[in-house]
């Protein structure tokens, strides 16, 4: 059993908060890249510049801030969940392109970022504030891949699922030995999330082989939609 420190907060999908939430975050996403879109080579990258300097600084902020207010510990308050991950490496993605990275949060990293905003769960102190980052944060996610595929006309590689799907297992598997090591929760993998999830099915260690699954079907409706003949 992972002892939580933090509080973990789920905002009730098709509440007025859930759905406020995600149309203003869906709104966020297209009126960016519609700007973006028309803007120059030089301008298009101090806006990529940007990006990069926000994620660092705000992983260092939160993490300071953990630290400050006594709740750091390994095994919760480290940038470990999936979508922080997916997050940090779309961070260094805006800084320079790499084809790899580009296909794991095209892949990966936005089917994680749509269902958290299906069923969000904030795991940590709530208040307006984390309310509001846990949004921004998963906008981001759908922004750094959606940037290079619509504003920078970059595409996925033929199978490049197969290596997305692979680097999700190791993930899991990494992340696995730091939960058991460090008593944590990354990832979901010692303990089911506390939202109602069709995803969520059993008890430990079942519901892992579910969330498996989901992501392999994730990638797939992924790889199918951004491999779409007419993009290319």
């Known amino acids: 059993m992972t002892t939580l420190f933090l509080t973990h907060t789920i905002i009730p999908p098709l509440s007025f908060s859930w759905w406020i ?30 990006f990069f300097a926000y994620i660092i600084i705000h992983v260092f902020i ?25 997050r940090i490496l779309g961070g260094f993605l805006m800084f320079r392109f790499n084809q790899y990275l580009f ?12 269902q958290s905003f299906l069923t969000p769960e904030i795991a940590m102190i709530y208040n307006p504030l984390t309310h509001v980052d846990y949004y921004l944060s998963h906008i981001l996610i759908m922004l750094f891949g959606l940037y290079y595929f619509y504003v920078k006309g970059k595409r996925i590689r033929k199978n490049s699922w197969v290596s997305s799907f692979i680097l999700g297992l190791i993930l899991m598997a990494f992340l696995g030995l730091f ?41 797939l409706l992924s790889y199918w939609l951004f491999r779409w003949k007419k993009w290319n």
């Open 21 to 50: 939430g995600n149309i203003i975050s869906a709104l966020v996403i297209v009126l960016v890249l519609r700007f973006l879109k028309n803007q120059s080579a030089s301008t298009q990258r101090k806006w990529e510049i940007g």
């Open 62 to 86: 939160w993490q300071a801030y953990y630290i400050y207010s006594g709740t750091w510990n390994a095994g919760e308050t480290l940038p470990l969940q999936l979508c922080d991950i997916s």
């Open 103 to 114: 296909e794991f949060i095209l892949l990966l990293g936005l089917g994680g970022a749509l």
């Open 179 to 219: 939960n058991y090591f460090f008593k944590g929760n990354y990832m979901f993998l010692s303990e089911k999330p506390i939202v109602e999830n069709p995803l969520v099915i059993g008890d430990w260690p079942y519901y892992i082989l579910a969330f498996i699954g989901a992501g392999l079907g994730n990638i």
